[in-house]
């Protein structure tokens, strides 16, 4: 009988399992910390979207959302804590990293206090994502459970130094923030030349275009059909949008308004969208605001130039001049502009995908584990 490797930590990561760049990258982080030999247990309310492999190190708790006639609205947040003071219990934790202020590190907060009381002291790392900075905390309502929820954490990371920035301005923060960037796995990333799965797009003289994003309002995502509009009266291509969301009637609607159908393909949610990225020649990114543009690096990790906004943490991924070109958000023109420059001359093009390729690399998984890592280990020798 082979005796199995004792685990290294036991880690709770809580996450929305929903498409986006918060759950990609908590998922992609607890399998990365499994693989290490730590024992990683998600908690979420159904199975994160990228998390579809098997491995002894890994477990999921669903936080079941019963609807009580007596509430109006289900109470998520209570069941959250519920099934974290279970769940360390039982699996006996040595900590909980909670992706999001709230409602998860106001969960996971609640379920300290609880545990607290039974002599259980479980540290918590809240990361920041940037949503519950830039959008919730927006909103006065929310500002001293946020305030709260950061101030309250034992150790408190941000996925960008700009969202850092915004962070401490916003709130009053009276603790120390560390950035701890987005990551990629290189590995994932194999620039195989699948001459077939680009035809199956494009002809051999028309370009491909793409956007990836979850369709809200924040994406401006028809600001990506209106300047795919002025590239196609200069350069023959075709346009791939990957995901779903609140604006895909919109999106669709306007599509027709500006005859792009026959050039445009909505493709839907995808689990794994490097293949398509491999084939793709620019991608656009026009979002109001990203905390940190994680597609954006996915782009760049698959030698694809990015055209973006210059918005919040996107100059920290996408170098101007280099790997793609930063524009002002609503700069339609100069967005169109610059895709042209690039898909025109064929050198140039080649030139920025290696630079973009080179850069994301900055950011592959072996070069940011570590920092978490050490995060944990010194959280779990203070808890001993």
């Known amino acids: 009988m082979i005796a199995l490797k004792q685990s290294k930590y036991k880690i709770g990561i809580v996450c929305y399992p929903t498409y986006g760049g918060s759950g990609v990258v908590a998922t992609e982080l607890g399998m990365a910390l499994a693989n290490k030999n730590h024992e990683v247990h998600f908690i979420s309310y159904s199975q994160p979207f990228r998390l579809d492999v098997f491995s002894d190190k890994i477990n999921f708790h669903e936080v079941s959302v019963p609807n009580y006639?007596?509430?109006?609205?289900?109470?998520?947040?209570?069941?959250?804590?519920?099934?974290?003071?279970?769940?360390?219990?039982?699996?006996?934790?040595?900590?909980?990293?909670?992706?999001?202020?709230?409602?998860?590190?106001?969960?996971?907060?609640?379920?300290?206090?609880?545990?607290?009381?039974?002599?259980?002291?479980?540290?918590?790392?809240?990361?920041?994502?940037?949503?519950?900075?830039?959008?919730?905390?927006?909103?006065?309502?929310?500002?001293?459970?946020?305030?709260?929820?950061?101030?309250?954490?034992?150790?408190?990371?941000?996925?960008?130094?700009?969202?850092?920035?915004?962070?401490?301005?916003?709130?009053?923060?009276?603790?120390?923030?560390?950035?701890?960037?987005?990551?990629?796995?290189?590995?994932?990333?194999?620039?195989?030349?699948?001459?077939?799965?680009?035809?199956?797009?494009?002809?051999?003289?028309?370009?491909?275009?793409?956007?990836?994003?979850?369709?809200?309002?924040?994406?401006?995502?028809?600001?990506?059909?209106?300047?795919?509009?002025?590239?196609?009266?200069?350069?023959?291509?075709?346009?791939?949008?990957?995901?779903?969301?609140?604006?895909?009637?919109?999106?669709?609607?306007?599509?027709?308004?500006?005859?792009l159908c026959d050039n445009v393909r909505f493709i839907g949610k995808l689990k794994a969208v490097e293949r398509i990225l491999s084939v793709s020649d620019l991608f656009l990114l026009p979002s109001a605001t990203e905390s940190f543009g994680l597609v954006a690096l996915e782009a760049m990790a698959s030698r694809v130039p990015v055209i973006s906004t210059n918005t919040g943490g996107l100059p920290e991924v996408n170098i101007e001049g280099k790997t793609g070109f930063l524009l002002d958000v609503k700069d339609i023109k100069s967005m169109a502009e610059k895709s042209i420059e690039l898909l025109s001359d064929e050198d140039k093009l080649m030139q920025f995908k290696e630079c973009a390729y080179k850069h994301a690399m900055q950011f592959d998984l072996p070069n940011i584990l570590p920092m978490y890592e050490a995060i944990y280990e010194d959280l779990i020798s203070k808890s001993q």
């Open 69 to 259: 006639p007596l509430f109006e609205y289900i109470p998520y947040e209570h069941n959250l804590t519920a099934k974290l003071v279970d769940v360390v219990l039982h699996e006996k934790l040595n900590l909980l990293h909670v992706h999001y202020a709230i409602p998860h590190a106001f969960a996971a907060l609640s379920a300290k206090q609880i545990l607290a009381a039974k002599g259980i002291h479980i540290p918590i790392i809240t990361t920041l994502h940037g949503t519950d900075i830039t959008l919730l905390g927006k909103d006065k309502s929310f500002k001293s459970v946020i305030e709260f929820a950061i101030n309250n954490s034992d150790v408190v990371t941000a996925v960008s130094e700009s969202l850092k920035k915004e962070t401490l301005s916003s709130f009053n923060i009276k603790r120390e923030i560390q950035v701890v960037p987005n990551f990629i796995d290189s590995s994932l990333y194999k620039h195989e030349n699948n001459s077939g799965l680009r035809r199956s797009f494009v002809r051999d003289d028309e370009k491909l275009i793409i956007h990836i994003s979850n369709f809200r309002k924040v994406k401006r995502v028809q600001d990506v059909l209106k300047v795919f509009s002025k590239i196609q009266d200069k350069v023959a291509s075709k346009l791939i949008l990957i995901g779903d969301g609140p604006e895909r009637l919109e999106m669709e609607q306007l599509s027709r308004n500006l005859d």
